[in-house]
């Protein structure tokens, strides 16, 4: 491509101040915006007459704009395929493949719904408002990439040391440092329907990097990196396991279709606002953002489960009359109006004094015309002025505790968790900004805000209190800063936690230690707390993976150099790629720059090689020790 159109190109895109973070082009949001057939951006492209003969076409009088041709020039890129099956430059509810203008079954599709996103992190701390590495793969082109992984450098982390160990039981809790997506499917075979408990705290695809992870993806890549793991994660599930998966209101309602569809609509349980600030508005001609959700579902079962329910305070009485049996009071009418129910719309008589009580046509009675003089015999409607210690002012129904036990058993006083959890437990919660609690939680513990916005110890204990019992596994598999594992460790949960990014070195794993140490913070003293336990740390074997990192801390000409020569010699390519292709021997690659360099060498890298399979332990260049050799056959069940 001639230089000079290149030029031409940048500077009809610099009337977009939009497309611009100082000098640097922002590539992936022209390229939405094409192929969106943003007007105003197709208008000025093509009133210039050179990328007008270069990238347009006249068909029956009428001038068509060759989109996939100009992305090609634009990013370089015409040297690989692309790696997914469908694309539609539209997000919507459809069903049969026809959105719901025609149809009236709602399902989500989006664009790369059938492919898999790798999902792979590239820094810890990036202020471009790029979208970076996160490599789409079309399921046709996966043959390796889910396979079991080889687990090295496995350590255990108990009250007093840490030592290597060759074996893991189903008793030993279990932190993993890998991409998530491939460590839950080697998980796979080894706890599937095991898990009682998973909670997530996944990106929220927003503007604010706040969870360390790539929080800038667009909506259809976000839903396919959500979509990939929820499907793997319901397979780990017990049938009466519970999945909380925190959200934003930004991607929530998505979410919540997505999630209808893998666990199915009946088996969702309920949406719980969580505070997260006191009142303050930052977002002009908007409401303040002080809440965000949790996304609550079933696998099954668990809605009738003993742990979906809790005892109620309830007030009994006993009087003269009834001498021998409590009973409460309870809300004689019922939220139908009385053209549904015609049967219980009449006037209320008190047979003691004659005071009448007229149905509200709004609220029908609970009994019927029927029934009424039944009811009044046997005193289970009680009147204002009946009782001194009562103070009522309409008609209420009695209920008699040998009633309720002989209709429920011992679960007489029991309620359903699902409004209980929201309306008490939740309400704890409410009253204090809990990102700070959570904040205030890391920096006791370390001394400083290592880690922006951690959830709070109080709400994980609440959520592994209602839904868990002592034992019952706990999966969360964006572990951050290991609020989850801290707080079931404390509640004597086992637990799984998955992390990927480096930090889990020094945030994570130390703050566990800390715990098993008998650190005092959080929910310790609630919970009483003074340390104990352990856990197995392991991590996934990298191949292409330590390239991926190699390639992102990479800042000048001689990193490119050296990363190219460094591939060229040992890295897992694209069989589709020639290497020389995309790196020094390519003029279109020199006159990149140092951060399109690096994404097109991410790009050329095959994603079926990121970490070593199990089927190639045995592989002698690979170099895995007889300890960790060992502690695979104990996970795999293979020794």
């Known amino acids: 491509m001639e230089e000079q ?22 590539r992936n949001m022209v390229i939405e915006d094409l192929r969106a057939y943003k007007p105003e951006l197709l208008e000025v492209l093509l009133s210039d007459q050179e990328i007008r003969e270069m990238y347009a076409v006249e068909i029956a009088g009428s001038l068509l704009f060759k989109i996939d041709e100009f992305i090609d020039m634009l990013r370089y890129k015409n040297y690989w395929a692309n790696s997914y099956t469908k694309y539609q430059n539209k997000i919507g509810l459809t069903s049969g493949g026809r959105y719901l203008d025609y149809n009236s079954d709602v399902i989500l599709d989006f664009p790369y719904k059938d492919s898999i996103l790798e999902g792979g992190m590239e820094k810890e701390n990036v202020g471009r408002k790029e979208v970076y590495y996160n490599k789409i793969i079309a399921k046709k082109e996966i043959d390796q990439l889910l396979a079991q992984k080889v687990f090295v450098n496995v ?16 008793e030993d809790n279990l932190v993993i440092k890998g991409n998530n997506l491939l460590a839950l499917h080697s998980l796979k075979e080894r706890y599937s329907d095991k898990v009682k408990l998973i909670y997530v705290d996944p990106p929220y695809n927003t503007e604010q990097d706040s969870f360390k992870y790539n929080d800038r993806f667009s909506h259809s890549t976000w839903l396919t990196f959500m979509k990939n793991r929820l499907e793997i994660a319901r397979e780990l599930m017990q049938d009466k396991g519970l999945i ?30 969580r505070k997260t600030r006191s009142g303050k508005s930052d977002v002009p001609y908007k409401l303040s953002q002080d809440y965000d959700w949790i996304l609550v579902y079933t696998k099954g079962s668990a809605k009738t489960d003993k742990l979906f329910q809790r005892e109620v305070e309830r007030k ?4 003269e009359d009834f001498p021998n049996d409590e009973w409460r009071l309870s809300d004689l009418t019922k939220q139908t109006s009385t053209k549904e129910r015609p049967n219980s719309d009449f006037t209320l008589v008190n047979p003691r004094n004659g005071e009448s009580f007229p149905v509200n046509p709004n609220r029908s009675w609970a009994v019927t015309k029927d ?17 001194e210690f009562l103070n009522i002012k309409q008609p209420s129904m009695r209920v008699f505790k040998s009633e309720e036990i002989k209709k429920y058993g011992k679960g007489f006083n029991k309620a359903y968790v699902s409004t209980e959890f929201i309306n008490q437990t939740m309400d704890v919660l409410l009253k204090q900004a809990v990102n700070k609690k959570g904040t205030d939680e890391i920096v006791d513990l370390f001394g400083e805000k290592v880690f922006p916005y951690p ?14 019992n002592e ?24 637990f799984i936690g998955i992390e990927q990014m480096d930090y889990i070195e020094s945030i994570s794993i130390p703050r566990l230690e800390k715990v098993i140490k008998g650190e005092q913070g959080g929910i310790s003293k609630d919970v009483d707390w003074h340390g104990g336990g352990s856990f197995v740390y392991v991590e996934l074997y990298n191949l292409n993976n330590k390239y991926i990192n190699e390639i992102q801390k990479a800042s000048n000409q001689n990193d490119i150099e050296k990363l190219i ?9 694209d069989f589709q790629v020639k290497l020389n292709q995309v790196t020094l021997d390519n003029e279109d690659f020199l006159k990149l720059s140092i951060d399109e360099q690096k994404k097109s060498l991410l790009e050329i890298l095959d994603m079926n090689q990121l970490y070593l399979n199990y089927s190639e332990i045995d592989d002698e260049q690979f170099c895995i020790s007889a300890n960790d050799r060992q502690f695979n056959e104990s996970f795999y069940g293979k020794g």
């Open 5 to 26: 159109l290149i030029k031409k190109v940048g500077s009809l895109l610099k009337l977009f101040p939009q497309y611009w973070e100082g000098e640097q082009l922002l």
């Open 155 to 170: 350590r255990k982390y108990n009250e007093n040391k840490t030592e290597a160990v060759n074996f893991i039981t189903d």
């Open 244 to 273: 909380f998966v925190h959200i934003g209101d930004q991607e929530m309602h998505y979410l919540k279709v997505m999630m209808d569809s893998i666990f199915e609509r009946e088996n969702f349980v309920a949406t719980i606002p």
């Open 316 to 319: 009994y009485y006993i009087s």
């Open 371 to 387: 029934t009424v003089d039944d009811y009044l015999k046997r005193g289970k409607i009680v009147f204002p002025g009946d009782y």
């Open 455 to 468: 959830k709070n110890e109080i709400l994980l204990q609440k959520i592994i209190e209602y839904t868990t």
């Open 471 to 494: 034992g019952d596994l706990v999966l969360d598999f964006f572990m951050g800063s290991a609020t989850t594992q801290a707080v079931a460790l404390k509640m004597n949960r086992k």
């Open 565 to 573: 020569y460094d591939m060229k010699e040992s890295a897992y390519l």
